[in-house]
């Protein structure tokens, strides 16, 4: 089984943000970075699965140079080869113009299987998977929780809200977005990470970029809906006056 | 005209589907159009014809039922061409998720998702280049304002919760109702699901708690979950957590406060190293006092909290069930 991997570079859980002049787009300088949560349990999801059936694994992402960090990380983690599309425009591309430069440089590989996160932790589009679903031409289906491949058919668990769940089945080839809490991660191992050194990372240019279906007009620190009371002082004083206010003033405790 | 895809199942319109109608009648009241899909669409028509719209339009077609992201984006793609909207409004579900980005990306049209919020620009008033959309950026830690670049119709998801069902207006009299016929090609549907099941009967109904004290990775370790139940029993609160904890087997499913478990809006909701996530918020914010706890003071949490202490939680935790005793 040939299976991709789309997997994105996101600024870490820790990351303060800071804007830059333009006020439209974060100071990247200041930013480091990590692999999107979800993606990185689409790309376990993919390394079992060819543990089970054989095959390989391609990761695929499309950022400027600094998304290489985290493609020699899944290399590490057990992915045989890469697809970079490299662009320093992808950095802040909304997810039809990043759908559209995967879609371009993974058409020839014929790929049987594309699992990737449900969202970004960045922009958070919850788009480019099916975007590139449709792009690629293959049936897809969304928020996965098991994958079972039988035959040339897929069997998948997909999860609805408020604790329901579906099973779905379709032909191969086909495009999945995975959910987080599939599965337990793995971690890179020594010998990964120096294996990882000799892989291949095949860079592709993102071909006449297709216009971008968005634009952000103004990025800002939110409004607070709400008028916080922030209590402070120590621990113990902090405490003590949030049980007083929660007993007299809001009356929710006795 | 402003077309809202209203969302149903076996008869029963969910609340965000009101919601989003609400949306569309900031963005612009005076042409609404309400689609409502699939098998027993006719019996929710007569329910939303009573809001201020002009038309009300069901679409049946066994294409629709049951629900598959392919069947749902042609005979939507359909719907549309004949129609000739200028928007396209859904509520941000996570069956929308499935289908609306595939058939904006096949009438290559823009997306705007999981909106929060409509900004006119004052100056001209309506028209689409002077309406931005506001949407979570960065796991809520920024915010940004959109416009959709491009022709229309211009696609845009609601966040859930971004408006409110009762703001949505009645109109004096009833909309007119009627059946839109669309083509579909049945061989154009690839997905074949089966009936949906819960995955165990949930045991705890945390919806009819009237306390709740939530865990997030703000606990780092299951052994710290200890602290949170002494809390909860200190306060008479059920325990909950955010989606990392139960994907981590610390607490069970049951308990998941958010999107993918449960909504609550108990009278006291204590989040414990919670930063916020939107998929949280949208299974709490209606909760009547938010309490946040956590070290970081720009987690989004607080932008929702009454009270707030920025802090460690592993002290302030075992200070609060001593002033609890008093």
């Not at chain 2, 209203?6 to 008869?11: C, M, N, T, V």
């Not at chain 2, 965000?16 to 309400?34: C, H, N």
């Not at chain 2, 606990?219 to 139960?246: H, T, V, W």
Request: aromatic share 4%.
């Amino acid at each position: 089984m040939k299976i991709a991997v789309c997997i994105k570079q996101v600024p870490t859980r820790e990351w303060q943000p800071r804007l830059d002049d333009s006020k439209t787009w974060i100071r990247e300088a200041d930013a480091s970075f990590e692999m999107n949560e979800p993606d990185a349990y689409a790309l376990e999801e993919a390394l079992r699965l060819k543990e089970k059936h054989g095959g390989e694994v391609v990761v695929c992402s499309a950022g400027p140079a600094r998304v290489a960090q985290v493609i020699r990380e899944a290399l590490a983690r057990g992915a045989d080869r890469a697809i970079h599309v490299e662009d320093d425009g992808l950095a802040s591309a909304d997810a039809f113009v990043t759908a559209s430069a995967l879609a371009a440089a993974m058409q020839d590989e014929k790929f049987d299987l594309v699992l990737t996160g449900l969202q970004s932790d960045d922009q958070g589009f919850a788009q480019v998977g099916v975007v590139l679903a449709e792009k690629l031409g293959t049936p897809h289906s969304t928020i996965i929780m098991e994958v079972h491949v039988e035959g040339s058919n897929l069997r998948v668990k997909r999860e609805l809200e408020g604790g329901w769940f579906q099973w779905i089945a379709m032909p191969l080839p086909a495009v999945l977005t995975i959910q987080s809490g599939i599965n337990q991660l793995r971690y890179a191992t020594l010998k990964g990470i120096m294996a990882a050194k000799k892989k291949e990372i095949r860079k592709a240019a993102a071909l006449a970029a297709s216009a971008p279906k968005q634009k952000i007009v103004s990025l800002y620190v939110p409004e607070k809906g709400k008028k916080t009371q922030i209590i402070s002082g120590s621990p113990a004083e902090a405490a003590k006056a949030l049980v007083q206010k929660l007993r007299d003033e809001a009356r929710v405790i006795q | 005209m402003i077309l809202v895809i209203a969302e149903q199942k076996d008869g029963r319109l969910n609340r965000a589907s009101w919601e989003t109608i609400a949306g569309a009648q900031q963005l612009d009241p005076s042409a609404i159009t309400v689609l409502v899909p699939g098998a027993s669409a006719a019996s929710v028509a007569a329910e939303l014809a009573a809001a201020n719209v002009s038309e009300v339009v069901t679409v049946e077609h066994a294409a629709l039922n049951p629900y598959t992201p392919d069947g749902y984006t042609a005979a939507l793609q359909d719907a549309i061409a004949q129609l000739g909207p200028t928007h396209v409004l859904l509520p941000h579900t996570y069956q929308t998720r499935d289908f609306a980005p595939k058939l904006a990306a096949r009438l290559d049209r823009a997306i705007v998702t999981d909106v929060t919020a409509i900004k006119k620009s004052p100056s001209t008033g309506s028209g689409q280049a002077d309406v931005a959309f506001v949407r979570p950026m960065f796991q809520g830690k920024l915010t940004a304002d959109v416009v959709p670049q491009g022709p229309p119709p211009h696609f845009v998801t609601f966040q859930i919760g971004a408006y409110r069902v009762d703001q949505v207006a009645k109109g004096s009299s009833s909309a007119p109702v009627r059946a839109l016929t669309v083509n579909v090609d049945a061989s154009q549907v690839r997905q074949n699901p089966e009936a949906p099941f819960q995955q165990a009967k949930a045991a705890v109904d945390l919806s009819q708690a009237e306390r709740i004290v939530s865990v997030g990775r703000g606990i780092k370790e299951q052994a710290n979950i200890k602290i949170a139940e002494d809390l909860a029993r200190a306060l008479g609160a059920e325990l909950a957590a955010s989606r990392p904890i139960c994907d981590s087997g610390w607490l069970p499913m049951e308990r998941q406060v958010g999107s993918s478990g449960q909504t609550v809006a108990p009278k006291l909701y204590l989040a414990l190293g919670i930063s916020g996530a939107i998929q949280h918020l949208v299974g709490m914010k209606g909760s009547n006092t938010i309490v946040a706890i956590n070290k970081d003071p720009d987690a989004p949490i607080f932008e929702i909290a009454d009270y707030g202490i920025v802090g460690d939680l592993f002290e302030i935790v075992p200070a609060m069930i001593e002033a609890l005793k008093q």
